[in-house]
């Protein structure tokens, strides 16, 4: 029989290859996207090596000059707090039909030197808002089935500019890994009637041994299966789905529980992503806000050929490592 390929992902229908283009495509037979955008190469890398500090001084820095037009500021007595800009070098845009969506920058500091972990509590709740507040109106744009808030901190979680920023991701698609998320945790549902994220707080609090911060509103704990050296995760103690569900306080707690875990892995010049897992629309799963630190790994054929990564830090030992003064 002829194998049949499905190797494009297109709202155009008959997309010519353009080397200048980003493009969407589906692998030959495995439900898994690549985007090629040969114009990421343009952008400017900020790190002259892997080993250099998160903070460096750029006298060329975008996110300085105020060169992108502003598509939301929430402002401060002398100038902007937090700014967001369209990335001036996206995989995908708006006006492209072969990679469509969107992706913005949530530059959130003027100040150049200030590390995330250094912003205040307040000014990092600022930064949660901001990202609520783009998720909502990106959501809603034709054709748009995903947005994602993530932050690339240090040279090796996939940083190239070194002003300190996150940025929002609106895709045309539901990415599998989601998906695969909202199966299990729906399967999980309909077999024992609850939520598998409360239940999970549970049980982590019944046997705390991977408990980082725990208080009346929030967990930060250490996975039990982490697959990367010193995971966390953020849970609401109450079933919550999305970050615009957050009382102030539990927003407030979010924020110094990420500046406490982001402090720490400064402190060792870890380099880390988060990102925040809502609920889809329509369902009514558990917000999970993800930290995955980027210790360099590097995957044998065991892993390579499995899927199952060996994690040499056991969870258990995350929460003293996290909690320990200098
Ligand atoms: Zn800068
Ligand atoms: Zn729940």
């Not at 402090?263 to 369902?283: H, K, M, T, W, Y």
């Amino acid at each position: 029989m002829k194998r049949q390929l499905s190797i494009t992902v297109s709202t155009h229908p008959k997309p010519k290859f353009n080397v200048n283009l980003s493009a969407l495509r589906r692998h030959y037979y495995l439900d898994q996207y690549v985007i090629i955008a040969p114009g990421r190469n343009n952008r400017p890398h900020g790190f002259t090596n892997l080993a250099t500090p998160h903070v460096v001084v750029n006298a060329a820095c975008p996110f300085c000059l105020d060169g992108e037009p502003t598509i939301l500021a929430v402002p401060n007595l002398e100038h902007w707090r937090v700014r967001v800009v369209a990335n001036a070098y996206p995989a995908v845009s708006l006006t492209n039909p072969n990679a469509y969506g969107a992706m913005e920058v949530v530059i959130e500091s003027p100040d150049h030197t200030q590390e995330f972990s250094s912003l205040s509590v307040s000014h990092i709740e600022t930064i949660l808002r901001v990202y609520t507040e783009r998720i909502a109106s990106l959501s809603i744009l034709p054709g748009i089935r995903y947005v994602l808030a993530f932050k690339n901190d240090g040279p090796l979680a996939g940083t190239s500019v070194t002003h300190t920023h996150s940025q929002i991701m609106a895709l045309p698609l539901m990415p599998p890994r989601i998906e695969a998320e909202h199966v299990a945790l729906s399967s999980y549902q309909d077999k024992h009637g609850t939520c598998a994220v409360c239940d999970l707080g549970c049980w982590e609090v019944e046997q705390n041994q991977r408990l980082i911060t725990a208080d009346s509103e929030l967990l930060t704990i250490a996975p039990y299966a982490s697959t990367h050296p010193y995971e966390a995760w953020f849970i609401t103690k109450r079933h919550t789905t999305r970050l615009a569900d957050l009382t102030a306080g539990e927003l407030r707690r979010l924020a110094t529980s990420l500046k406490y875990v982001t402090e720490r892995l400064d402190r060792d010049l870890i380099s880390f992503n988060f990102f925040v897992q809502e609920a889809l629309p329509g369902d009514n799963h558990h917000l999970i806000i993800k930290l995955e630190p980027r210790v360099p790994m590097f995957y044998g054929g065991g892993e390579m050929a499995t899927g199952i990564i060996i994690n040499t830090i056991a969870p258990e030992t995350v929460p003293h490592w996290y909690n320990e003064t200098i």
